[in-house]
């Protein structure tokens, strides 16, 4: 694929950036550039570029599709492509593919590393012993049991079903929540995200983001799973009513979060750093160096095959 | 006549139980529903007074709980001072401050703490792991320092599955540890002192060999002298700069002073530090390194563990006094 321009919109991952260029013609967006930089360049290389490659939070929207006329394929370095205007894809015959399946079981097992840092309160452990108190004030607090905890996940689908087999393993009964019944012997279906709120001591988002999700965990929700309730967010930040959240935990109302994305990534709400009830992550649920490799593998391979006229190998659209 | 600043229970018809152990409001309350107490820490004396007025009180005790760690020993000399002591329960599962032999030559039985605390222990273990391999803490630090949208993503971990996890003691908390890991696709080995039946992990007879063939160690053994420093120069030579070392048992099973200096000089790549040979001091050089995690002892801290313990020692005093088995007998075995 030497002669298929490559617009990597912003700085994913080094070996993918090192393959592109080895294997297409890449370019290097400008992407910290002011509006007027970004336009100009896009201009001046719209005759060129046939594939984008972007990050899950990135995406491609309208307008970028619209200033790429030669633009045939979207390459997302993600399982998510919410931030990708399909519509607009449609519309102009343009492919797009993710990432999906390789990263299954990085972002399972975070949600589950996740879930029990917040229970057991393992990075404000770490850091009372760094700040000398465990000497200076003896022990630390009591916190509560992870095994045997109700586990809801809104989603059942591979990262859903990846984070119940790994919570099974703990005793934890699995209930959840999403449009269609499945014929799941060990788990409990709720036709409602409250219902498996108000039944579940953890509550994990683990579906797509789109029209029927967003803010699928609303106040009503937040205050089912109450002052006993975790909730663990793997998916998007578009996901949760941000400000509801950040209130309910400051007032107790909810009993602690993990959080592994942000309505505004990089952005994270004061509030939410002030408090110790939650643990904090820069959306690193696939941010392993085996999963980033496979992930950037999936972007190569779905670039080779369209230019070799095969089929995708994970077509979105 | 028992000392008036032990704290008893009026009624006569309650047992009386000698207490050797500092216990949370709610499970001293459970025990004075059910016994007369006397209890040491309360009274402010001597040992030797305390256990003389308790022998000498109307009705001596016939069974005692006490706490481990070295605060006092159940020996010969503890057993003559009141020798109607005829039921000893233990709140760890350790006994090492408990004459055995002793005990079983008069016939008295024991009780320890049983699997109470292996649920915590190994969700704890299971913890650590994750947030050394996928560096949860130190990515949280991170994002609190506000260097995310500064530093852009945090530098990346390492996948669990696949990982080969050699857990050394293969009990009721390596057992469960072994279990978890399972569903995270980690492929588990383990050395303990003769291969477990009914187990299809492959055993190791040595702990370097061991090692050699594991990515992470998890230390989820006893204290005793022969896994004092079970975890010693050559076994992490064995287990290489890309190797982590999970400890849930006891800060002397490592040989602490060398997990620093392999730590220090990159010879091991991380480690998930629950205990410390010289708790609650942790050396200096480990809190400001990125690649480990350090906990306060806090495995069997929670809620849970608390009540199951009350449960659990409840449980077997009044086995004892009913005149049936003890729930988690260490004696008679």
């Given at each position: 694929?030497?002669?298929?321009?490559?617009?990597?919109?912003?700085?994913?991952?080094?070996?993918?950036?090192?393959?592109?260029?080895?294997?297409?013609?890449?370019?290097?967006?400008?992407?910290?550039?002011?509006?007027?930089?970004?336009?100009?360049?896009?201009?001046?290389?719209?005759?060129?570029?046939?594939?984008?490659?972007?990050?899950?939070?990135?995406?491609?929207?309208?307008?970028?599709?619209?200033?790429?006329?030669?633009?045939?394929?979207?390459?997302?370095?993600?399982?998510?492509?919410?931030?990708?205007?399909?519509?607009?894809?449609?519309?102009?015959?343009?492919?797009?593919?993710?990432?999906?399946?390789?990263?299954?079981?990085?972002?399972?097992?975070?949600?589950?590393?996740?879930?029990?840092?917040?229970?057991?309160?393992?990075?404000?452990?770490?850091?009372?012993?760094?700040?000398?108190?465990?000497?200076?004030?003896?022990?630390?607090?009591?916190?509560t049991r992870f095994s045997g905890k109700r586990v809801g996940i809104i989603g059942l689908g591979r990262i859903g079903l990846a984070i119940a087999r790994r919570v099974e393993a703990f005793g934890c009964p699995v209930s959840y929540y999403q449009r269609t019944k499945r014929d799941y012997p060990n788990y409990t279906f709720f036709p409602t995200v409250v219902e498996l709120a108000a039944t579940s001591d953890v509550l994990v988002v683990a579906c797509s983001l789109n029209e029927q999700s967003r803010r699928i965990v609303s106040r009503e929700v937040i205050d089912a799973l109450g002052p006993g309730g975790v909730l663990v967010n793997i998916g998007r930040g578009g996901h949760v009513d941000e400000p509801e959240l950040v209130a309910a935990l400051a007032e107790g109302r909810l009993g602690g979060a993990g959080l592994d994305v942000f309505e505004d990534e990089p952005e994270v709400p004061e509030a939410l750093v002030a408090l110790d009830n939650v643990v904090l992550a820069p959306h690193m649920g696939s941010g392993t160096r085996e999963t980033r490799r496979a992930m950037a593998d999936v972007v190569l391979g779905n670039l080779e095959a369209h230019v070799s006229g095969k089929p995708l190998l994970t077509p979105v659209v | 006549m028992a000392s008036s600043a032990a704290v008893a229970t009026v009624s006569a018809e309650l047992p009386s139980l000698l207490l050797i152990r500092r216990l949370d409001p709610p499970f001293a309350a459970a025990l004075r529903q059910r016994f007369r107490v006397l209890d040491f820490f309360a009274s402010g004396e001597p040992l030797p007074a305390f256990l003389a007025a308790a022998a000498s009180s109307p009705d001596p005790p016939r069974a005692a709980v006490i706490v481990g760690g070295g605060v006092v020993r159940v020996d010969a000399a503890?057993?003559?001072?009141?020798?109607?002591?005829?039921?000893?329960?233990?709140?760890?599962?350790?006994?090492?401050?408990?004459?055995?032999?002793?005990?079983?030559?008069?016939?008295?039985?024991?009780?320890?703490?049983?699997?109470?605390?292996?649920?915590?222990?190994?969700?704890?273990?299971?913890?650590?792991?994750?947030?050394?391999?996928?560096?949860?803490?130190?990515?949280?630090?991170?994002?609190?320092?506000?260097?995310?949208?500064?530093?852009?993503?945090?530098?990346?971990?390492?996948?669990?599955?696949?990982?080969?996890?050699?857990?050394?003691?293969?009990?009721?908390?390596?057992?469960?540890?072994?279990?978890?890991?399972?569903?995270?696709?980690?492929?588990?080995?383990?050395?303990?002192?003769?291969?477990?039946?009914?187990?299809?992990?492959?055993?190791?007879?040595?702990?370097?060999?061991?090692?050699?063939?594991?990515?992470v160690l998890v230390v989820a053994c006893a204290l005793n002298k022969e896994t004092r420093h079970v975890v010693n120069k050559d076994v992490l030579e064995a287990l290489g700069k890309d190797g982590i070392i999970i400890n849930i048992g006891r800060g002397a099973n490592v040989d602490e002073v060398e997990l620093i200096r392999a730590l220090k000089e990159g010879r091991i790549a991380g480690a998930g530090l629950d205990v410390f040979e010289n708790e609650p001091k942790v050396p200096a050089e480990l809190l400001t390194m990125e690649n480990v995690v350090l906990t306060p002892h806090i495995a069997v801290l929670t809620s849970e563990s608390r009540s199951d313990l009350r449960d659990n020692t409840i449980g077997n005093l009044e086995a004892f006094f009913a005149g049936k088995p003890l729930l988690t007998p260490v004696l008679p075995m």
């Amino acid at each position: 694929m030497e002669s298929l321009g490559v617009l990597l919109l912003h700085p994913m991952d080094a070996y993918l950036e090192q393959e592109l260029a080895r294997r297409c013609r890449l370019l290097r967006f400008c992407w910290d550039a002011p509006p007027d930089r970004r336009d100009a360049f896009l201009r001046a290389h719209a005759g060129s570029v046939r594939a984008v490659v972007t990050g899950g939070v990135a995406g491609a929207g309208a307008a970028l599709i619209d200033a790429l006329p030669r633009l045939e394929i979207v390459a997302c370095f993600s399982v998510g492509f919410d931030r990708v205007d399909l519509a607009r894809c449609r519309e102009r015959g343009v492919r797009v593919t993710n990432t999906p399946g390789v990263l299954t079981d990085d972002v399972a097992d975070l949600a589950v590393g996740l879930a029990i840092a917040v229970l057991r309160r393992i990075p404000q452990a770490d850091g009372y012993v760094r700040a000398g108190q465990w000497k200076a004030k003896g022990d630390f607090t009591l916190t509560t049991r992870f095994s045997g905890k109700r586990v809801g996940i809104i989603g059942l689908g591979r990262i859903g079903l990846a984070i119940a087999r790994r919570v099974e393993a703990f005793g934890c009964p699995v209930s959840y929540y999403q449009r269609t019944k499945r014929d799941y012997p060990n788990y409990t279906f709720f036709p409602t995200v409250v219902e498996l709120a108000a039944t579940s001591d953890v509550l994990v988002v683990a579906c797509s983001l789109n029209e029927q999700s967003r803010r699928i965990v609303s106040r009503e929700v937040i205050d089912a799973l109450g002052p006993g309730g975790v909730l663990v967010n793997i998916g998007r930040g578009g996901h949760v009513d941000e400000p509801e959240l950040v209130a309910a935990l400051a007032e107790g109302r909810l009993g602690g979060a993990g959080l592994d994305v942000f309505e505004d990534e990089p952005e994270v709400p004061e509030a939410l750093v002030a408090l110790d009830n939650v643990v904090l992550a820069p959306h690193m649920g696939s941010g392993t160096r085996e999963t980033r490799r496979a992930m950037a593998d999936v972007v190569l391979g779905n670039l080779e095959a369209h230019v070799s006229g095969k089929p995708l190998l994970t077509p979105v659209v | 006549m028992a000392s008036s600043a032990a704290v008893a229970t009026v009624s006569a018809e309650l047992p009386s139980l000698l207490l050797i152990r500092r216990l949370d409001p709610p499970f001293a309350a459970a025990l004075r529903q059910r016994f007369r107490v006397l209890d040491f820490f309360a009274s402010g004396e001597p040992l030797p007074a305390f256990l003389a007025a308790a022998a000498s009180s109307p009705d001596p005790p016939r069974a005692a709980v006490i706490v481990g760690g070295g605060v006092v020993r159940v020996d010969a000399a503890f057993l003559d001072s009141v020798p109607s002591l005829r039921c000893i329960v233990g709140t760890g599962t350790g006994v090492d401050h408990l004459d055995l032999a002793e005990c079983a030559r008069r016939g008295v039985v024991v009780a320890n703490a049983g699997a109470v605390y292996s649920v915590d222990v190994a969700d704890h273990a299971v913890g650590l792991l994750i947030d050394v391999l996928r560096r949860v803490s130190a990515a949280e630090r991170f994002v609190r320092r506000r260097l995310w949208p500064v530093h852009g993503d945090y530098p990346l971990g390492t996948k669990l599955g696949g990982k080969r996890v050699g857990i050394i003691g293969l009990g009721n908390i390596g057992s469960l540890i072994a279990k978890r890991l399972e569903a995270f696709g980690c492929i588990v080995y383990y050395n303990s002192r003769r291969p477990k039946d009914l187990v299809s992990y492959k055993y190791f007879p040595n702990v370097k060999d061991l090692a050699s063939e594991s990515d992470v160690l998890v230390v989820a053994c006893a204290l005793n002298k022969e896994t004092r420093h079970v975890v010693n120069k050559d076994v992490l030579e064995a287990l290489g700069k890309d190797g982590i070392i999970i400890n849930i048992g006891r800060g002397a099973n490592v040989d602490e002073v060398e997990l620093i200096r392999a730590l220090k000089e990159g010879r091991i790549a991380g480690a998930g530090l629950d205990v410390f040979e010289n708790e609650p001091k942790v050396p200096a050089e480990l809190l400001t390194m990125e690649n480990v995690v350090l906990t306060p002892h806090i495995a069997v801290l929670t809620s849970e563990s608390r009540s199951d313990l009350r449960d659990n020692t409840i449980g077997n005093l009044e086995a004892f006094f009913a005149g049936k088995p003890l729930l988690t007998p260490v004696l008679p075995m």
